[in-house]
């Protein structure tokens, strides 16, 4: 596995991992680990995954921002807060909009700007040890890095607004309740969980996930006679590909299909 300043990322048998690996930090991220996120994110999404796993490292998925450097910069807070953003925003677009699947396994508590990393998968496993605590009002701050929009999406626009306005920690089985989450799973089943749902997307149809995501992403927002056209276009083209030749011929083979993306 690639490791650059507590960030670790690896692509193998079609999956991509980037694990935040600063456990004595609580995964915070700053000014470097902020960058070297960046750079894992490009080099995974250049390798093309068939499916994308993203956790943390210890007990703590990612507290959120590196309180200290915020300190420490003293009245250049704004333009430390921009140098993170600039290149750290860009990327979070292209990882979650990215056609492959993303899993998001939080090993823990998230708070600031791991909110927005924990929520922003297609799929959010939790351990039981999981808090949520947005943080940002407590300190005089707003979000950054999707928080209030992945949060927003998840649970409703009025609680989501409520939870960054509190800041209270939010448990895992609340979480669970209210949609922040899709699953909860023992702090020591985690790992294995998240790899079996990894590993089953990237054996998946990935251009028809990709169509799925593309029409759910926007589907919000969209007039219904224009979210019908782009149905039947993206059907029209993947009515006439190999995976689907294949996984109509196992569907009667009674078999397992074998999908190749093409």
């Not at 991992?17 to 930090?25: A, D, G, N």
């Not at 890095?145 to 089985?173: E, I, K, W």
């Not at 669970?176 to 699953?183: F, P």
Request: include cysteine; proline fraction near 5%.
């Amino acid at each position: 596995m690639n490791t650059e300043e507590g960030i670790g990322w690896e692509v193998a048998d079609d999956i991509a991992r980037i694990v935040l690996k600063r456990p004595e930090r609580a995964n915070a991220i700053g000014l470097k680990s902020s960058r070297a996120l960046v750079h894992a994110i490009e080099d995974v999404l250049q390798r093309k995954p068939r499916a994308i796993l993203l956790t943390g490292e210890g007990r703590v998925f990612c507290a959120g921002g590196d309180i200290e450097e915020f300190v420490a910069a003293g009245e250049g807070l704004p333009d430390l807060v921009d140098d993170i953003l600039e290149p750290l925003h860009p990327a979070l677009l292209r990882l979650s909009t990215n056609p492959a699947p993303l899993v998001v396994a939080v090993n823990g508590p998230a708070g600031g700007a791991g909110v927005g990393l924990a929520l922003c998968g297609d799929f959010v496993l939790a351990a039981e040890s999981m808090k949520l605590r947005t943080g940002y009002a407590a300190i005089g701050l707003s979000p950054d890095a999707g928080a209030s929009y992945f949060l927003s999406r998840r649970v409703g626009p009025v609680r989501a607004q409520q939870l960054l306005m509190l800041s209270d920690a939010v448990d895992s089985q609340r979480c669970l309740a209210w949609g922040a989450v899709d699953a909860v799973h023992a702090d020591a089943e985690l790992a294995a969980a998240s790899e079996a749902l990894v590993a089953r997307l990237a054996q998946g149809a990935n251009a028809s996930f990709a169509g799925i995501k593309a029409l759910c992403a926007g589907a919000p927002g969209r007039p219904f006679e224009e979210h019908l056209a782009m149905e039947r276009k993206l059907l029209r083209e993947r009515a006439g590909s190999a995976d689907a030749r294949e996984g109509v011929a196992a569907f009667m083979a009674k078999r397992a299909p074998r999908f190749t993306g093409r």
